[in-house]
Structure formats: C-alpha cells, structure tokens
C-alpha cells in the first residue's frame, strides 16, 4: 500500500487537513449529501466565496475544481469539484471522474496543500457504480503522487460500509 494514502470511514467534515474536497454541483450554490453536510458544518462563508467564483467564471464545470476558505471546519480549505452524474458509462464519465480527483490533486500542489480528504465522489446522488468509482479514484491518485513530491497524505474518507469495504479492499492490493 502507497504510504501516502489513507482511509477513514465517517463525516470529512470532521477532518483536519489542509483540505477537504466537496462533491459539488456546477451551480456551487450547496446541495444535499456531503455538499449540504460541508456548508452547514462550515457555515456561510463558503456560499459567499462559492458566489464571488460564480460572479467570475459562471460556476464550475464538470470533472474542474475551484477553492474555497473552510469556514468553521477544522480543515483549512474547502475545494470544491463536480463529479460526473452516472448516465450508462458512455458520456465519458470515466474521464470527468478521473478529472475530478487530478484537478484536485493539481489544485492542492498550486496552493502548498499538504494533507487532502476526498469523499467518493460521484457515488451518491450521482449514482456512480461504487467499486468502479473506487478504482478511478485510487489509481488516479497514485499516478498522481508519483509525478508530484509536495503531498504528504491522501485520506479517502468513505461515509457508508460499502464504499469503505471496496477500498478497504483496493488499497490493500496495491
Ligand atoms: N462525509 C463524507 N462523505 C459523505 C458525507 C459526509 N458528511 N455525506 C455523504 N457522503 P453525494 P454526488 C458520501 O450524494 O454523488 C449534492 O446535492 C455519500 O455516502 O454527496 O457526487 C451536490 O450538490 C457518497 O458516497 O455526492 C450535487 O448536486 C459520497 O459522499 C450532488 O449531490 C458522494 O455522495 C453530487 O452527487
């Protein structure tokens, strides 16, 4: 297993890291799921920057990630990327997902971000198969770290039994 990767089940709200991720929609204007969980927990401070992005450059499209303060959150910073919605596999949402988690990644070395927690993204409202979403994001990840030094740790932050056990499973194949 890649030393640089972790995994925790439970809420990444309560996570310290530098960052956490948020599975958002392009309107960045909050939702349900981990979305909504982030703003209640962090407060309005993220909607007010999520406002000033939409202000510049009209919300954020699928499989792009934008920043944001973390509010009241432990964690320093809130990226904010949009999964793709699952449509049968062949709208390319294997790309955007993949895209979703390195832009992230990329997000984080341009900011100096250090520690990062990622939700499965995708896998809720979304509807992304989980095991397949799980595969994407782990080896996106580390193909990821391989070309870039700076991140110290990865924590993948599964909320059900059933994402977890899928990468329970996938990072002890590693
Ligand atoms: N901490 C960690 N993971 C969580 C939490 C939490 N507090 N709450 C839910 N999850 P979803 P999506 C898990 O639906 O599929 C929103 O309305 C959940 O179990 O949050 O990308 C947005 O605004 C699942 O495994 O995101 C978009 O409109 C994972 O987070 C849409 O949902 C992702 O589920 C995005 O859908």
């Not at 890649?2 to 310290?16: E, R, Y």
């Not at 449509?87 to 832009?103: F, H, P, S, T």
Request: aromatic residues 6%.
């Amino acid at each position: 297993m890649n030393s640089k990767l972790k995994l925790l089940q439970g809420d990444i709200t309560k996570i310290q890291v530098d960052a956490i991720v948020n599975a958002a929609n392009s309107s960045l204007l909050g939702g349900g799921g981990v979305d909504g969980a982030i703003h209640r927990a962090g407060g309005p401070e993220i909607l007010a920057e999520c406002y000033k992005i939409r202000q510049r450059q009209g919300g954020c499209p699928t499989g792009e990630a934008v920043i944001t303060t973390a509010g009241n959150l432990p964690a320093t910073y809130v990226i904010h990327t949009v999964g793709p919605v699952w449509q049968g596999g062949d709208k390319n949402e294997a790309e955007l997902l993949g895209d979703c988690y390195r832009n992230s990644l990329q997000l984080a070395v341009d900011k100096d971000i250090r520690t990062i927690a990622f939700p499965n993204i995708s896998t809720g409202i979304y509807g992304y198969p989980k095991a397949e979403a799980c595969r994407i994001a782990i080896t996106t990840t580390v193909d990821f770290l391989s070309a870039h030094q700076t991140i110290e740790a990865v924590t993948f932050v599964c909320f059900d039994e059933e994402n977890f056990n899928l990468y329970k499973k996938a990072l002890a194949d590693l």
